[in-house]
């Protein structure tokens, strides 16, 4: 029995097509609860108004982009664990604090290149006007760099949480 758990579960492609569906549909759900509370803390509990300086401007921005991530990450892994990463070699070791560990160093690199990501595209972005306004609850430039970043580290966590966790 012990050589089973030890022994490489090999997925057809099926297997491999739904779960990158259910990795999709779970990333997705932890993205809504990313930008909900990133909105919250960065329109209601930390806005730009608060302190009236560029500095707070950012300041705002990062802490913001840092627990909506946060959240959206603990979301994630509850999810992932139960409903996503189906076939894997050992499910005791996946569901380990080491495997957790593992999931919130990806998390955080994937933060890491968040943050760098939106505050560079917010730097660089002009003003932005859609359907003649230059704000959406938020300014567009936000939530475009926050969209962005997002797809980007979508395929980093994706392909990290696969090789590192669930293999």
């Not at 297997?15 to 990333?27: M, P, T, W």
């Not at 230059?134 to 567009?140: D, K, Q, R």
């Amino acid at each position: 029995m012990e050589e089973q758990k030890n022994e490489r579960i090999e997925q057809t492609p099926k297997q491999l097509f739904y779960e990158i569906v259910r990795f999709l549909i779970v990333g997705g759900t932890a993205t809504l609860v990313d930008y909900a509370v990133f909105y919250l803390f960065r329109q209601w509990i930390l806005p730009a108004r608060l302190i009236d300086n560029g500095a707070w401007d950012i300041t705002s921005l990062v802490i913001a982009t840092a627990l909506g991530f946060c959240v959206g990450l603990a979301v994630n892994w509850f999810l992932s664990v139960r409903f996503v990463f189906r076939a894997v070699q050992n499910e005791e070791e996946v569901r380990s604090k080491k495997s957790l560990m593992i999931f919130t160093v990806i998390g955080l690199v994937g933060l890491g290149i968040t943050e760098l990501g939106i505050a560079l595209l917010v730097l660089i972005f002009p003003d932005i006007t859609l359907f003649g306004r230059t704000e959406f609850l938020l300014p567009w430039e936000e939530w475009l760099a926050k969209a962005i970043m997002t797809c980007i580290v979508l395929v980093f966590n994706y392909v990290a949480r696969k090789y590192f966790i669930f293999k």
